[in-house]
């Protein structure tokens, strides 16, 4: 298999942990591991204390494929696979649903697997491009993109890197769409339950059986460490394909990450409402800061997830993103790590150390 780098897991592989501020992150502020046990119920409890550390079930902890489908309103136990990670997920939804020649079509800016694991199959993959004076997306575009060999359309609502959400009537379309088209409507749904300043979005494995929704632990229940995603889809036939290809890959998860899991998602409504206290007293104060430095930046306020898609608009945010790591140590990330054009960048507010962040970027701004 030919794929191209991943460029934005290269860039955070050269400075994430060689900084003092990584600005640009997605994810909400971990928790500790304390913390997180500290929430435990006294199943959960019991299953941590006693926990055997071998194989564990292909497709999951039951109890945890319990709770995850408690997240959606039409789906089972069994409609829902674990993986170790969202990318997994990715990667191995791609590979059950596409083969060389087959289409895809990818809303766009988008993470780089959601389209390269495609291309890297032979697929052919059209990006349409959300609305820079919005970042919504034009699901007309998409209607005009479909094919007669489109077997995929891919979304991510909450969106990253612009923290926009997509609209339930331009959900409900995209499904049409699909199901006219007799497609996988594949929606990358990580961000989820970090709607902030918007109304949740129903999942889309709930609104139709030829969707598959994506989550995570990573980002709304700050455990990107337990390395534990899934998809939900009542398309049994993916399902299948899904659960064969796993055991070409990790074939099951880590058991503590597992339990681990399940915690977190026992008490989500703690868990997310600290997920939600974190942003949006750090959206607050971006906020405030954008517009003291209007004359630097523009963009346009999120209503979901846990990063912006600013603009700088002096232009050069590769140098200058590349400056403010090496004279202040906090990162960001530029549109060209996403393979966008502009001089837009990532710049992520979910973690506590956002404020002190900001301040050595206004040092730096002062600077200059």
């Given amino acids: 298999m030919l794929i191209a780098d991943f460029a934005l897991e290269r860039y955070f592989a050269r400075w994430e942990f060689a900084v003092r501020h990584v600005l640009c992150a997605s994810d909400v502020e971990p928790y500790r591991l304390t913390e997180l046990l500290a929430l435990a119920d006294e199943d959960s ?57 087959d289409h895809v079509v990818v809303e766009w800016p988008a993470y780089q697997s959601l389209h390269e694991v495609a291309r890297s199959i032979g697929a052919q993959v059209t990006l349409v491009p959300l609305d820079p004076a919005t970042w919504s997306l034009d699901v007309d575009a998409v209607a005009a993109a479909m094919r007669p060999n489109t077997r995929m359309i891919v979304v991510n609502s909450p969106h990253s890197p612009t923290g926009s959400q997509l609209q339930p009537a331009q959900l409900e379309r995209l499904v049409s769409i699909a199901e006219l088209h007799g497609a996988t409507l594949f929606s990358d749904e990580v961000y989820r339950f970090l709607e902030h300043s918007a109304p949740p979005l129903a999942p889309a494995a709930d609104r139709s059986p030829r969707a598959a929704s994506l989550g995570v632990m990573s980002k709304a229940f700050g455990l990107a460490g337990v390395r534990i995603g899934w998809i939900a889809t009542r398309d049994r036939e993916l399902h299948r394909r899904l659960v064969s290809l796993k055991d070409y890959t990790t074939i099951c998860n880590a058991a503590p990450s597992e339990v681990l899991a399940l915690i977190g ?47 700088l608009t002096i232009g050069g945010i590769d140098q ?30 979910g973690r506590a150390d956002m404020p002190q962040a900001l301040a050595r970027l206004e040092a730096f701004l002062a600077r200059r």
């Fill in 45 to 101: 409890r019991r299953r941590w204390d006693e926990l055997r550390l071998g194989y564990t079930e292909s497709l999951g902890l039951p109890a945890l494929r319990d709770e995850i489908a408690a997240l959606y309103t039409t789906l089972e136990r069994d409609d829902v696979i674990t993986f170790a990670g969202a990318q997994e997920g990715v990667f191995l939804a791609m590979h059950a649903s596409l083969s060389a020649g």
């Fill in 320 to 349: 200058f993103a590349a400056d403010l790591v090496e004279e202040e140590g906090v990162l960001l990330r530029p549109a060209s790590q996403f393979g966008y054009a502009g001089d837009y960048f990532r710049l992520g507010y």
């Fill in 265 to 311: 998602l026992r008490k989500r409504e703690q868990v997310v409402a600290r997920a939600l206290t974190i942003v949006r007293a750090n959206l607050a104060l971006l906020d405030a800061f954008m517009a003291r430095h209007d004359d630097v930046f523009e963009w346009v306020k999120p209503c979901a997830g846990s990063a912006c898609f600013p603009r």
